[in-house]
């Protein structure tokens, strides 16, 4: 099976901006969360969706959205662009709620 | 909420040895899963090993095993005859056992395998 893919693997936009990146899971997992990491702060958990409807989010602004679709795919949206949220943004798969989660290689999202 | 803390920021261990990776976590429900991933400089997240809370005995996987106290909240991570391959971060991660796949990590430990 291939695995998580995410698109695109590195952005550049500038403060103010909007950003939509884009995860496709593993076939068959219904599961998609995402993660931010930076240096500062770690890894942190975004946000879940599972069967197209959000399922936990964890403690980030507004600014900060999801969705899935019907065929499980996911995109992350960033609105108003700051340079704190220059970051690895990762995504992670997960047939269901006992099993374990598989990542993406990520995108590598720049502020300037 | 939970917490997971990883108080080796660095280690370094010879190629062939074994080496010892600390994980402590704070968390008042009985029900849990643990793991361990690696991430190398590709900044791919591979995970390691999990261990659910309910099963008393260590998980292992080849070389990878834990050990795992729940009792003392800890869950190391031991590495047996080491290979370049294994130099990358390692994070602890946490996940409650119902509802979300939500994963509290710790802050990682860079290792390093010498020649």
């Known amino acids: 099976k291939a695995g998580v893919t995410q698109t695109p693997r590195y952005l550049i936009k500038t403060r103010g901006q909007q950003v939509t990146l884009s995860c496709s899971p593993i076939?068959?997992?219904?599961?998609v969360s995402w993660y931010q990491q930076t240096p500062g702060q770690g890894l942190q958990f975004l946000f879940e969706?599972?069967?197209?409807?959000?399922?936990n989010k964890g403690n980030f602004p507004g600014r900060f959205s999801g969705r899935q679709f019907s065929n499980s795919r996911s995109e992350m949206n960033v609105s108003t662009l700051e340079l704190g949220d220059s970051a690895l943004y990762l995504c992670?798969?997960?047939?269901?709620?006992?099993?374990?989660?598989?990542f993406g290689p990520g995108t590598r999202l720049t502020v300037t | 909420a939970q917490t997971v803390t990883q108080s080796q920021p660095e280690m370094s261990v010879q190629e062939a040895e074994t080496v010892t990776l600390s994980c402590t976590y704070d968390t008042s429900e009985s029900d849990y899963y643990l793991f361990w991933y690696k991430q190398p400089p590709s900044r791919q997240m591979i995970l390691v090993i999990r261990?659910?809370?309910?099963?008393?005995q260590n998980a292992t996987e080849n070389r990878f095993s834990v050990n795992f106290q729940k009792a003392a909240k800890s869950f190391s991570l031991k590495i047996s005859d080491s290979q370049l391959g294994d130099a990358a971060m390692y994070f602890c991660a946490y996940r409650s056992a119902g509802g979300a796949q939500k994963l509290v990590f710790g802050q990682g430990t860079r290792l390093t395998i010498n020649p």
């Open positions: 261990q659910e809370a309910y099963k008393q």
């Open positions: 969706y599972f069967s197209e409807t959000q399922r």
């Open positions: 992670a798969s997960s047939p269901g709620t006992v099993y374990e989660q598989y």
């Open positions: 076939s068959g997992h219904r599961s």
